[in-house]
């Protein structure tokens, strides 16, 4: 079940409102803003006290670069989590900015000020900076972050964890090198509450949501689906314990030259993770790829060995690749 969003005239669901949301529904939709209005606003840095911030990425360009960038360095403009290496664009780039800014301001995600004092058991605000009347960043002003702009920006400017999911437009020919791999989707998680945040890429005849946010018991599910497994499998496998069900390869797994399964591979998806651990920035990847007879790991420097997976040892490494002792990651 997913929640729907604010009905026009409303005002914005309260950040406490959708952390109650998400734990009682699993899942729930989030207004869908555009990326102007998204990269309008960002975090102020004290917003939050240490102990709700906890440990948290400072940066996730090595997580960002290649793969999911466009031919100028940015990354389809994500937002406060992408280093954009170029100069920052003007003019009509400006004007998105300031018509970003006036919109978030009528529909009451934004407001000009400090936030208001917490009367409840969460604060109803954050504090936040946005750029100036005019796009300006550099005029940036301070602002009160409302609801699921609250929600949204908070989670991406200080998240435990990314997770970042890109498609081979060749299934068949394995090589990261060789080919401009499409962005499918990203996943933050902050360090409190326990929640995911999915982000999903702008573009046209999108079906889903921008941004979803995700209860933290689903989020490794979320990630084995966008690898190209078969999610009510691996529901089904989740409810008895994650005991493994009958698996397409009989024995223990047996690697084999990827080159002899690479004609039959569907889709090819990598999967890369970057987490905060204490001062540390811990880079992970997995490369699954899925075809009529299964998924197999692609493993080796140059991916030259493919290894066959069952759905559930999918989602015991990915769950791995998530963990950090001591951060509170998902799991």
């Not at 950040?15 to 939709?29: I, T």
């Amino acid at each position: 079940m997913i929640w729907q969003r604010r009905k026009a005239g409303r005002d914005p669901v309260s950040m406490l409102d959708r952390w109650q949301q998400v734990y009682r529904a699993g899942e729930v939709a989030l207004h869908p803003f555009t990326p102007a209005e998204v990269d309008a606003v960002t975090l102020d840095a004290e917003a939050l006290p240490a102990a709700e911030r906890g440990p948290f990425l400072q940066a996730v360009t090595p997580l960002l670069t290649g793969q999911g960038a466009s031919a100028d360095g940015t990354a389809e403009g994500w937002g406060p989590a992408v280093a954009r290496t170029g100069p920052e664009m003007e003019g009509s780039a400006a004007a998105a900015r300031a018509e970003a800014v006036a919109s978030l301001e009528r529909h009451g995600f934004l407001r000009l000020g400090p936030p208001e004092p917490a009367t409840g058991p969460a604060p109803g605000e954050l504090a936040g900076w946005s750029a100036g009347p005019d796009g300006d960043l550099a005029a940036r002003r301070q602002v009160a972050l409302i609801g699921d702009l609250a929600v949204i920006t908070r989670i991406r400017a200080q998240p435990i964890w990314v997770a970042e999911a890109t498609v081979s437009p060749d299934p068949a020919q394995p090589d990261s090198a060789a080919t401009e791999w499409r962005l499918l989707a990203r996943m933050y998680a902050p360090y409190r509450p326990p929640v995911g945040l999915i982000e999903m890429p702008a573009g046209a005849g999108r079906r889903v949501p921008p941004f979803i946010l995700v209860r933290d018991d689903r989020a490794v599910q979320v990630l084995v689906g966008w690898c190209g497994a078969d999610l009510e499998a691996f529901a089904k496998q989740r409810a008895r314990g994650g005991v493994a069900g009958p698996s397409p390869f009989a024995g223990p797994p047996v690697p084999v030259p990827t080159a002899e399964r690479a004609g039959a591979f569907a889709t090819l998806v990598q999967l890369r993770v970057a987490l905060a651990e204490g001062e540390r920035v811990v880079l992970r990847n997995l490369v699954v790829a899925t075809g009529e007879a299964g998924q197999w790991l692609l493993e080796g420097d140059w991916w030259q060995r493919a290894v066959p997976v069952s759905v559930d040892e999918l989602g015991r490494r990915v769950a791995a690749m998530l963990r950090a002792p001591g951060s509170g990651a998902l799991e």
